[in-house]
């Protein structure tokens, strides 16, 4: 086995949260007078910090996100937190993974109080040595620095630690602190999105990931 730590982004690579991340930032949008109608037109707001898509999808100014992520958690805290699923195959995966001794953490922009949540909810926190994700003052949000922050914790990096994700920005994290990576095409990124990125893997589903991870 190549690696004895796994990375694993949350949203769009463990669980779909499309419909509550989709839906709170409908609602966010909505307090400032934009309309959405079709929830799938703000799919692309999964996976990187959101400060950053608030400022590049619709040009808010710093505040204007800051104030726009406010509202996002607003709806997200009680309700969109929970519109979500796990993808199938995931507790598998996990548990086979565990079983072989490797050290799981998740690394994900999302705020970490908002991820140790979900995983709770889901009955997936057990398997990881730690949740790394942004601070809820909206700083440690870039993945490259959730990364950093979580091999740190874990006192590893190097050859023997891979980053999973879905996103360019999992990629491009991964290779600022010096990790291989592997992104999934179930998740929200793409094809060309992914191999623009260049990870050392790319993979189509959860079971073509376990037998990377687990070399089946």
């Known amino acids: 086995m190549k690696y004895d730590t796994i990375l694993f982004d949350l949203d ?3 669980t779909d949260p ?5 839906r709170s930032v409908q609602f966010a949008l909505e307090r400032f007078g934009i309309r959405v109608k079709n929830p799938d037109d703000l799919i692309r707001f999964i996976g990187p910090p959101l400060g950053q898509s608030f400022r590049d999808y619709y040009g808010f100014s710093e505040g204007r996100a800051s104030e726009a992520i406010e509202w996002y958690r607003e709806y997200f805290r009680d309700r969109g937190i929970y519109e979500n699923r796990v993808y199938r195959g995931i507790p598998e995966l996990l548990s086979d993974l565990s079983s072989a001794g490797l050290t799981l953490a998740v690394a994900t922009s999302k705020p970490t109080v908002f991820a140790e949540q979900i995983l709770r909810h889901f009955g997936l926190d057990s398997r990881f040595a730690l949740v790394a994700g942004s601070n809820l003052d909206n700083s440690r949000s870039d993945k490259g620095e959730v990364i950093a922050y979580a091999l740190s914790e874990l006192s590893c990096g190097g050859d023997k630690t891979v980053m999973i994700g879905d996103r360019k ?3 491009v994290g991964a290779e ?5 990576a592997a992104g999934v095409l179930y998740g929200y990124g793409g094809r060309d999105e992914l191999t623009a990125a260049a990870p050392r893997y790319i993979v189509e589903s959860v079971e073509e990931l376990g037998a990377l991870l687990l070399g089946n």
């Open 12 to 14: 769009g690579t463990l």
């Open 18 to 22: 499309k419909e509550g991340i989709t």
């Open 169 to 171: 920005h999992d990629i």
């Open 176 to 180: 600022r602190n010096g990790l291989d």
